[in-house]
């Protein structure tokens, strides 16, 4: 299994929109609504930002939302601020296994 | 509250033998998958496989199989990943996280084990 696509670095101004992609195939993304999302800031573990596509778990800010459409999904962080500077992966169920994006390096100008 | 406790860090040579484990706590550990991810220093995150605790079910995913093995015990709530003779390519820090099923995400992680491999 190859790891799923994503930019490498995506940026935006505090309160501007940062969008993410994040491109596999129909064995992985395509094929199920098991579409994932983390943040992961330096020297920490990741964190479960979306689930299920387009679910957040308790706790996360509204400002993060995830869709899909075909083969691709994407995390959109509206309203971005400091504490949203971190890595983003993303996560796909790929039939009896799993498989994690390359990752993307969110900067906040 | 759950939580997820990850053995200390590990300096090893090449060739040398290595056990780490994930405790888990606040929650019916039998009934949840824990899943292995790598990755390696300033590298993105990496699948290694998923185990059932309370049964026999376990998944590598194809880059990790023979490489390492996944082994839980119920009785003690603790999951482990294990190598026979480690490379220097196993230089990374080394997350178990806990999920609701197989194609779920991991909902909770582990704090990182750093494995350190170099003569």
């Known amino acids: 299994q190859s790891a799923l696509t994503q930019p490498p670095s995506a940026s935006g101004s505090p309160g501007q929109s940062v969008t993410i992609s994040c491109t596999g195939t129909?064995?992985?993304?395509?094929?199920?609504?098991?579409v994932s999302w983390y943040q992961q800031h330096p020297g920490k573990a990741p964190k479960l930002m979306i689930y299920e596509v387009t679910k957040r778990p308790s706790g996360v800010p509204d400002r993060f939302s995830g869709s899909k459409s075909g083969n691709t999904a994407s995390l959109t962080v509206s309203g971005l601020q400091a504490e949203d500077e971190a890595d983003y992966y993303c996560?796909?169920?790929?039939?009896?296994?799993?498989?994690f994006g390359s990752g993307t390096k969110v900067t906040v100008l | 509250e759950v939580q997820l406790v990850q053995s200390g860090a590990e300096v090893k040579k090449p060739g040398e033998s290595l056990k780490i484990s994930c405790k888990g706590s606040g929650y019916s550990f039998s009934n949840y998958w824990i899943g292995w991810v790598r990755q390696m220093p300033g590298k993105g995150l990496e699948w290694m496989g998923i185990?059932?605790?309370?049964?026999?079910?376990?998944r590598y995913s194809p880059s990790f199989q023979g490489q390492v093995t996944m082994s839980a015990d119920k009785s003690i709530s603790t999951a482990y990943l294990q190598w026979s003779s480690l490379k220097a390519s196993d230089t990374a820090m080394y997350y178990c996280?806990?999920?609701?099923?197989?194609?779920?995400?991991?909902?909770?992680w582990g704090q990182g084990t750093l494995v350190t491999v170099s003569s």
């Open positions: 996280a806990r999920k609701v099923g197989a194609s779920y995400p991991p909902d909770y």
């Open positions: 185990i059932f605790p309370g049964g026999s079910d376990t």
């Open positions: 996560g796909s169920y790929a039939g009896r296994n799993s498989v």
């Open positions: 129909s064995s992985d993304v395509g094929g199920y609504n098991y």
